[in-house]
């Protein structure tokens, strides 16, 4: 006989007298139920909940969900793999309890991310969460590194009475404007009360680019962590909007023609609490490794784009000369550049110096996201990789030859172009392993296949509120 005491292998010991704990505490809170959250492959936000009364067993037990969403497409239809895709088989969605939060923008709820477990304890091999701790675990195991990252939030800001599927800026006010920021101003400190209360420290919040849109970088932490809080964030600015009734859209494109919703990341490599892309003897202080790290980015860029701009609506975003960052170059301070090295102020280089990696939206799935950028970037460590030249200015101005020279290409132009690229790229399918790769090939060949035929606006409106 077996009891609350007594969980199947996949959670964690104590878990379960914690969870108990908690579930009394967040009752007293007024609490009544927790959102289990993941995020697919196609980068929709998935979850299931359960009452505040059910956390200690979700902890001991995990909660039911298909192995099927692995290969879900953004409008929900689904594709197969060899081994993803059909109806059998179940997972056990277990909380992460060191990162479970009251949502201060959703009253009456708590937010944790899960880790995808089989029934028999073993690791869901297409979980992305479980695939991003993989590659940070190896890395401090085999090189003796550890990361700081943080993914920045774009997102369009409309008004909730639009006409159905339509999008109508929410703010009248010019990009960057105060008076944007004073048509906003209760929902945006509505959302930085909410940030604070949930313990996410916001570096700035402000108006940007194009029509009704804002952008909040948040503090940086270990990769894992950093994708949780992208997770939250996004969960949180949505939740506050429909309390103003306002309505949020992080798609990479909004409309089809302007600027679209970016989600650059930031990261840098850190060994025994030192920051290798500040104080050492390479350009601009990096360190030889963190040369190395970077051009090993930048070497996968064109594959990597199949995981950071992973939706047909992507490409409408990646054009030049609007700092998305379209080719395959670096610099420093550079907002063209696909990689950008930022230094940080004078005095606070050691711990703020980062790369910036530019062409990445937020219909990214984050753990694959970051994940994958690490990988790319250890895969430079390890072969000792040499950055090229670097570039000023927009390298879309640099004529034909000088640009080959410069070893600057444009970056591919249609999820097409980046898939083909993923399918040929033996390191990034090695580091997902072969469920996930396989995974991230069937389901963005799905959402071409999804839009085929469809002119610019149409794709635009396929997923302005998928994400």
């Not at 249609?414 to 580091?431: I, K, P, T, W």
Request: glycine share 12%.
């Amino acid at each position: 006989m077996t009891t609350l005491a007594d969980p199947v292998p996949g959670g964690r010991p104590g878990d379960v007298e914690r969870a108990s704990a908690l579930s009394g505490e967040l009752s007293g809170r007024g609490v009544h139920g927790i959102v289990l959250s993941y995020v697919d492959t196609a980068g929709v936000g998935r979850v299931k909940t359960v009452p505040t009364a059910g956390l200690a067993s979700a902890a001991a037990w995990g909660v039911g969900m298909s192995p099927v969403f692995d290969t879900f497409l953004a409008n929900d239809h689904i594709v197969t793999t060899d081994v993803l895709g059909s109806p059998d088989g179940d997972l056990r969605l277990y909380p992460d309890l060191d990162r479970l939060v009251v949502l201060a923008g959703q009253p009456g709820w708590a937010w944790a991310p899960v880790d995808r477990v089989a029934q028999d304890g073993a690791r869901h091999p297409g979980c992305s969460r479980t695939f991003l701790r993989r590659i940070v675990t190896g890395a401090a195991r085999d090189h003796g590194l550890a990361f700081k990252a943080g993914i920045e939030i774009e997102w369009a800001v409309g008004l909730d009475s639009a006409p159905a599927g339509e999008f109508v800026p929410a703010t009248t006010g010019p990009a960057y404007g105060a008076t944007r920021q004073v048509e906003l101003s209760e929902y945006t400190a509505d959302l930085l009360a909410a940030c604070a209360a949930q313990g996410v420290d916001v570096d700035q919040v402000h108006p940007e680019y194009a029509p009704g849109q804002f952008e909040i970088s948040v503090g940086a932490l270990d990769p894992v962590a950093a994708a949780d809080r992208s997770v939250l964030v996004r969960q949180t600015i949505r939740a506050v909007a429909r309390r103003h009734g306002l309505r949020v859209s992080f798609s990479p494109a909004v409309a089809a023609e302007g600027v679209g919703n970016g989600g650059h990341v930031h990261l840098s490599a850190w060994r025994e609490g030192v920051n290798l892309h500040s104080g050492g003897d390479r350009r601009h202080g990096m360190t030889a490794e963190a040369e190395a790290f970077a051009a090993g980015v930048l070497a996968r860029l064109p594959a990597l784009t199949a995981v950071t701009a992973p939706s047909p609506a992507s490409y409408l975003r990646l054009r030049p000369s609007q700092w998305a960052g379209v080719f395959t170059a670096w610099g420093l301070e550079t907002r063209e550049a696909a990689v950008r090295l930022v230094r940080g102020t004078a005095g606070r280089r050691a711990e703020q110096a980062n790369l910036e990696v530019k062409p990445v939206d937020l219909a990214a799935n984050p753990y694959l996201l970051l994940g994958c950028l690490i990988a790319a970037g250890l895969d430079g460590l390890v072969s000792e990789a040499g950055l090229p030249e670097e570039i000023t200015g927009d390298p879309a101005h640099l004529a034909a030859d000088e640009a080959a020279a410069r070893g600057v290409r444009r970056l591919p132009v249609s999820l097409g172009d980046a898939l083909a690229e993923f399918r040929g790229d033996e390191v990034l399918r090695a580091a997902l392993g072969p469920v996930l790769a396989d995974a991230v090939t069937a389901v963005r060949q799905g959402e071409i296949d999804a839009v085929d035929g469809l002119d610019d606006a149409r794709v635009a409106a396929a997923y302005r509120w998928v994400y």
